[in-house]
């Protein structure tokens, strides 16, 4: 299996987990705010991971859940990643705030904001694999 294919599936996971982000916030009543935030986070995660790996930027997919570290490594492959630096910034507690019962109160306008963010960063991931 190439890079390429590689990369491919780790896009498929990302496009899932923002698919599943958007239909627990827009069809679930009550809205599940805090998975929807979740898999904004993994959204992200799996697009730079997937940018990582087809730029052969790597050797081995990070075991990182931490999107600015992430970020940082996709920084030299196209300095276009540095205008996604605060969204990283603001999606990555997701990872772990959202697993434990009672961590925070999430709101409509925050899940708004992580889904509009996710989606301009796999848009962006999704295009430079494209134009490659």
Avoid at 26 to 31: I, V
Wanted: hydrophobic letters at 40%.
């Amino acid at each position: 299996m190439t890079n390429a294919d590689i990369a491919d599936k780790w896009m498929d996971m990302a496009q899932n987990d923002l698919l599943a982000a958007q239909r627990l916030f827009e069809f679930f009543n009550p809205k599940q705010l805090d998975i929807s935030c979740y898999h904004c986070q993994q959204a992200v995660e799996k697009a730079l991971k997937a940018v990582l790996i087809f730029r052969e930027a790597i050797d081995e997919v990070p075991r990182t859940h931490d999107l600015e570290v992430l970020l940082n490594e996709c920084v030299p492959l196209d300095d276009g990643f540095n205008d996604f630096r605060d969204d990283c910034a603001m999606l990555t507690p997701y990872a772990t705030q959202t697993r434990y019962p009672g961590n925070r109160e999430f709101t409509e306008t925050e899940t708004t904001s992580a889904l509009r963010k996710a989606k301009q960063i796999l848009e962006f991931c999704a295009n430079l694999i494209a134009s490659a």
